[in-house]
Each structure stands twice: as structure tokens, then as C-alpha cells.
């Protein structure tokens, strides 16, 4: 098997401010509809409760026996968390129209009784779209659904299969109520998020503050081109390269890379083709904030730095006289990096040719604290 492997770090550190119980909740809903924040640290220890095999094997959930942690008489037991925290993301390929329950803060009777199913219709409130839905990848619902001292979640149907549950604990100084129905009945908030997910825009982000410099610049094989530098502080928050066949032909010989400030090492030192997430020469990925499409590679992850941010491209051709053209747009502000609240962008990226069978593959090694923003992983068997 071929693995191309390719992760997104940025190494944060934040201390919360104190919220006070509502402010917390429209502060976690607002992440999801400004993109500018990913740069920010947060608080709490990312879990997960999934129907992986605990045996090494590859019964994932397709028998159902780890989908669950244990049976209540005929009921499957899919969680049961202890303390503050808020479910953050929900995932299924396989949903049913059984029924589950979530039971917050130790009550007898659940606060969300509904079909499985429901949860990823993007029809019922507010389990709606664009934040719960059905694609390629399967089920998700992406709804923050916060509990103040615990949380169970019982599925009371006779197999549940395939299914991921990530959430986030959190500590005694962030106060946050249990999930409530009411409070979506004159919150805003859900609409700004479908508006923001449908058609995003970086000057409404960051408040007109952005300068955008253009770019053209020719690369011969073998050689390192810089194509954009700043020296103050700041952040880019978007790259545009225009695509071509003969950019998207040669995506595996681009380097992309970054390095910030007085740095040794650079920050991003990855493939174009793993960065904007071509699959095999042709563009494959089309996110908010990472992608490419037939006419245009682009990123809109917030990258600050304090003194200093240098972007090129490296051409690993071995003709020399071969040569590359590219054109497109760099978007930059001069706002600071709050050192108290605000991290920087750092890459990993591995391909490895058929790696040993049964050893598990490192996707990451990462030393210090930080905040784990993604993975975009290739393979191909």
C-alpha cells in the first residue's frame, strides 16, 4: 500500500478568559462562522468514543461489538462522560431511525429523544444544515451540544455500527450550561453560520483590514523562489494561486513553504499536490479554508507571526532549463499576534511507499503544547 501523509499543526497555548455561562456558548457557536479564530488557543482535552477494534483487527463497526461501551438491559450505552464539556462533533456512514437519547447532569428523563437519523438531516431544530448533514464521507452533525456535569447517550436500537463522538472536556473556570431547545429560539446565531459556510468573505472577517499583493514569478527546475515577504508583524490570511493543467501536471514537484520570524526551520516545507489537497495530479479537496478547484489552489488559514513571514516555492525538477509560471494573490494584515492568545502555523508532512503491515503509521510527533487543527491524509491500496 502507498501512503502519502500530510498534518496541520499549530502549536497554541491560550488561557481562556472567563465566560460567563451563556457568553461561552455563543463564543464555542461563533468558531464555527470565523475562520479568523482558528489562530486562537483552546481550552480543554479533545476525546473520542468511536466503534473502533480494540483488538488490533478490522471489525470497525461492522459487527457493532465495540460500538458501544456497555448494555442497559437493551440498551446500547454509547457514552458516559463525567464533568463540564461539549460534544463537538457526531459521525456516522450508517444511520437508522432508532432512537437515542442524551441525558445531561444526571436526569431521568432525556433532553434530546429523536431518531438517529434526525441528527444528520439537516432538517430538525436545531440539528440543521449546513452544520448536520450527509456527504461523500458520510453522516456528521457539527452542532456544539454542551453538558454541565455529565452526559449519557443511550441508543436504544438492536445494533449501532459505524460511529464517532469527539468532544472536549473542560475545566472548572469555564462555566457553561447544559444543551437547551429555548436557547435557539431568538439566537441568530445558527443563520450566521449558514450564511458565513455558503459563501465566506475575508474582508467581512477581518473588518476591511486586508491588503492584498499580487504575484508572477518564474521558477526554473532545481531552483527556490521567494514570492512573498513581510517584515512586521502580521498575518496572511489568504494564499490564491491560479491553476492550470500545467500546474496541476506538476503539483508533486511544487514545495510549498513558509518560515516565520528568526526560525531555523521552516513552518511549512510540504507538496503543493498534499497542501491543497490534490489526490493524484487532479484537484480533490474544496474546503472553507483549504483546496483547490480547476482554475485556482487556495488557503485561508490565519498564519501570524511577530516580525517576520517569507513564503516561496521550490521547483524539484531535474531539468534545469524547465521551468514553471505561476500567478496569483497573497492577502495580509498588519494586526499583531497576541503571544497570550494566538499561536502560528506549523506543517508535518510524511510519504512513505509501501510502509510495514500491522505497524501502526505516524502521522505526527509533536513535542510542547499546541493546537491540532487537521490531517490530510492520501493513500491508495
Not at 489568504?238 to 520570524?261: R, T
Not at 507538496?271 to 474546503?287: E, N, T, V
Not at 490565519?302 to 494573490?329: C, H, W
Request: charged share 25%; proline share 4%.
Amino acid at each position: 500500500m502507498m501512503n502519502k501523509l500530510f498534518s496541520l499543526f499549530a502549536a497554541l497555548l491560550f488561557t481562556m478568559q472567563s465566560f460567563a455561562q451563556s457568553d461561552y456558548y455563543k463564543w464555542e457557536l461563533q468558531n464555527l462562522s470565523d475562520i479568523s479564530r482558528l489562530a486562537e488557543y483552546r481550552v480543554g482535552k479533545m476525546q473520542q468514543l468511536s466503534s473502533y477494534d480494540r483488538s488490533g483487527g478490522n471489525d470497525d463497526g461492522f459487527s457493532g461489538k465495540y460500538s458501544y461501551i456497555r448494555k442497559e438491559g437493551n440498551d446500547l450505552v454509547l457514552a458516559d462522560i463525567k464533568g463540564a464539556g461539549i460534544i463537538n462533533r457526531i459521525w456516522t456512514p450508517t444511520p437508522s431511525n432508532d432512537t437515542i437519547q442524551f441525558y445531561f447532569d444526571g436526569e431521568k428523563v432525556p433532553r434530546i429523544n429523536m431518531p438517529f437519523i434526525d441528527l444528520f438531516s439537516g432538517e430538525t431544530y436545531p440539528f440543521v444544515a449546513p452544520l448536520c448533514g450527509n456527504e461523500i464521507g458520510g453522516y456528521y452533525c457539527y452542532l456544539p451540544i454542551p453538558y454541565e456535569k455529565s452526559l449519557k447517550i443511550i441508543y436504544k436500537g438492536e445494533i449501532m455500527k459505524f460511529q464517532q463522538i469527539q468532544y472536549r472536556e473542560l475545566t472548572h473556570k469555564e462555566k457553561i450550561q447544559s444543551f437547551s431547545w429555548e436557547y435557539f429560539n431568538s439566537n441568530p446565531v445558527l443563520s450566521e453560520i449558514s450564511q458565513t459556510w455558503k459563501h465566506m468573505s475575508l474582508s467581512s472577517l477581518y473588518n476591511d483590514e486586508i491588503k492584498m499583493r499580487k504575484i508572477n514569478f518564474t521558477i526554473k527546475g532545481g531552483k527556490e523562489q521567494q514570492i512573498f515577504t513581510l517584515q512586521q508583524g502580521g498575518r496572511i490570511v489568504g494564499i490564491e494561486l491560479d491553476s492550470d493543467y500545467n500546474l496541476q501536471s506538476k503539483s508533486d514537484k511544487l514545495i510549498f513553504k513558509a518560515k516565520w520570524d528568526n526560525e531555523k526551520e521552516n513552518a511549512i516545507d510540504v507538496p503543493f499536490q498534499s497542501f491543497f489537497g490534490y489526490a493524484f495530479g487532479k484537484p480533490s479537496m474544496k474546503s472553507m479554508l483549504l483546496g483547490a478547484t480547476q482554475a485556482m489552489c487556495y488557503s485561508y488559514l490565519p498564519m501570524p507571526f511577530d516580525g517576520q513571514a517569507n513564503l516561496s516555492v521550490e521547483y524539484k525538477s531535474g531539468n534545469k532549463e524547465e521551468e514553471i509560471t505561476l500567478s496569483g494573490r497573497i492577502y495580509y494584515t498588519e494586526k499583531q499576534r497576541d503571544k497570550r492568545r494566538e499561536g502560528k502555523l506549523y506543517t508535518q508532512s510524511r510519504r512513505e511507499y509501501l510502509p510495514e503491515p500491522g505497524v501502526p503509521y505516524t502521522i505526527a510527533d509533536v513535542q510542547g503544547k499546541g493546537h491540532y487543527i487537521g490531517t490530510i491524509l492520501i493513500a491508495q491500496g
